[in-house]
T-cell receptor
Framework: DAKTTQPNSMESNEEEPVHLPCNHSTISGTDYIHWYRQLPSQGPEYVIHGLTSNVNNRMASLAIAEDRKSSTLILHRATLRDAAVYYCILTDTGTASKLTFGTGTRLQVTL | ETGVTQTPRHLVMGMTNKKSLKCEQHLGHNAMYWYKQSAKKPLELMFVYNFKEQTENNSVPSRFSPECPNSSHLFLHLHTLQPEDSALYLC????????????FGPGTRLTVL
């Protein structure tokens, strides 16, 4: 499985945008980029996913580099409820059931 | 509330006990998964079921025995566990074994004494 690299932790102020980076230099042409997050004492929660084009949904935006070797999850206005561990995961379309979680980025949001 | 429920939420058992974890999804999904989350380790996929058939066993020891009687229910039967098996066990479901998102339950916190 292609691997991803994320910073261990990031901090943000409430109501400011947050850009969470993910490097995946060995990504293959059929790999989707998924983002999940895990709030304290909860199971992971789907955030967004994409293949080549940037994606937007009600939770976040996903910006994918033109060469697909990196991507950025964008939270437009961080709130205290966004404090969580964010996971960037690559999945091959043929084995998309296999979510291989890394250590993720722990996001702290302060007032 | 994700539509995936797990019981019990907490379980303490001895190494000689037999217990079962239960997962139920109310989303009409056809694929279900068991994950293990140990302290300071990433989430690990254990088993995958698609339309009640096991399609993935990620080299899990036989003291963990999954059962999927129908697409809505998934069990994890536990016997002769070790203290290092203490972890958070998470269940998830998805529409089918494919690119759809997975919905996770809240997990069962298991402690093996």
């Amino acid at each position: 499985d292609a691997k991803t690299t994320q910073p261990n932790s990031m901090e943000s102020n409430e109501e400011e945008p947050v850009h969470l980076p993910c490097n995946h230099s060995t990504i293959s042409g059929t790999d989707y980029i998924h983002w999940y997050r895990q709030l304290p004492s909860q199971g992971p929660e789907y955030v967004i996913h994409g293949l080549t084009s940037n994606v937007n949904n009600r939770m976040a935006s996903l910006a994918i580099a033109e060469d697909r070797k990196s991507s950025t999850l964008i939270l437009h206005r961080a709130t205290l409820r966004d404090a969580a561990v964010y996971y960037c995961i690559l999945t091959d379309t043929g084995t998309a059931s296999k979510l291989t979680f890394g250590t993720g980025t722990r996001l702290q949001v302060t007032l | 509330e994700t539509g995936v429920t797990q019981t019990p939420r907490h379980l303490v058992m001895g190494m000689t006990n037999k217990k079962s974890l239960k997962c139920e999804q109310h989303l009409g999904h056809n694929a279900m998964y068991w994950y293990k989350q140990s302290a300071k380790k990433p989430l690990e996929l254990m088993f995958v079921y698609n339309f009640k058939e096991q399609t993935e066993n990620n080299s899990v020891p036989s003291r963990f025995s999954p059962e999927c009687p129908n697409s809505s229910h998934l069990f994890l039967h536990l016997h002769t566990l070790q203290p290092e098996d203490s972890a958070l066990y998470l269940c998830a479901s998805s529409a089918y074994r494919g690119k759809d998102e997975q919905f996770f339950g809240p997990g069962t916190r298991l402690t093996v004494l």
